[in-house]
């Protein structure tokens, strides 16, 4: 069973137009990172939430951790070409990172 | 600072042939280290981790083992590649088990014929 759930799978959308992605699970974690992957490459992170109802910004990126520490969401405003990716969310189980299935993101200008 | 080295980048291999991947890690001590498989640019399944010389972790029993040797050195081998062994594999650390930020390697695109 997938411990954390990624919606939507897929979206591509022009360049300017605004998403949400959502990572949800039944369980509660200490804390959710959010990744950022290019074709070929390893994920990178871009932020760690730790706290219920904690609210991040990085630049156009606004990350949100749930009240009850069960889920995350990403918002992108104004999306750039430049945002296309594969964006995964992860907790912690144990001893490791488990990872979603990512929302792979498309901007087309 | 601290740089992660995982190759090959790219590997084609026969079906039934051996395979041994490797990750080394620099600048950093003790590091977590772990092994995730990625199939078809989705999400990446956690393999194998290890907290120390030694001691390896395996979180799906399959047709893969991972060793290692050395502080900062991760193995992952097959003795006999299956078609289903295709994918894109990362290596990863974290100063601590789970609770920080991994830095993944470049990753290998592993191909079984």
């Known amino acids: 069973t997938q411990l954390l759930e990624q919606s939507p799978q897929f979206l591509s959308i022009q360049e300017g137009e605004n998403l949400t992605v959502y990572c949800n699970s039944s369980s509660v974690f200490s804390s959710l990172q959010w990744y950022r992957q290019e074709p070929g490459e390893g994920p990178v992170l871009l932020v760690t939430?730790?706290?219920?109802?904690e609210v991040k910004k990085l630049k156009r990126l606004t990350f949100q951790f749930g009240d009850a520490r069960k889920d995350s969401s990403l918002h992108i405003t104004a999306a750039q070409p430049g945002d296309t990716g594969l964006y995964l969310c992860a907790g912690t189980r144990g001893y490791a990172l488990n990872f979603g299935k990512g929302t792979s993101l498309l901007v087309t200008p | 600072s601290q740089t992660i080295h995982q190759w090959p980048a790219t590997l084609v291999q026969p079906v039934g042939s051996p395979l041994s991947l490797e990750c080394t890690v620099e600048?950093?001590?003790?590091?977590?280290l772990y092994w995730y498989r990625q199939a078809a640019g989705r999400g990446l399944q956690l393999l194998f981790y290890?907290?120390?010389?030694?001691?390896i972790s395996s979180e799906v029993p399959q047709n893969l083992s991972a060793s290692r040797p050395q502080d900062r050195q991760f193995i992952l081998s097959s003795k006999k590649l299956l078609l289903s062994d295709s994918g894109f594999y990362l290596c990863a650390w974290s100063v601590e088990a789970g609770q920080t930020e991994a830095f993944f390697g470049q990753g290998t695109r592993l191909t079984v014929v």
């Open positions: 290890s907290v120390g010389i030694g001691q």
């Open positions: 939430v730790v706290t219920g109802g």
């Open positions: 600048g950093t001590s003790n590091p977590n």
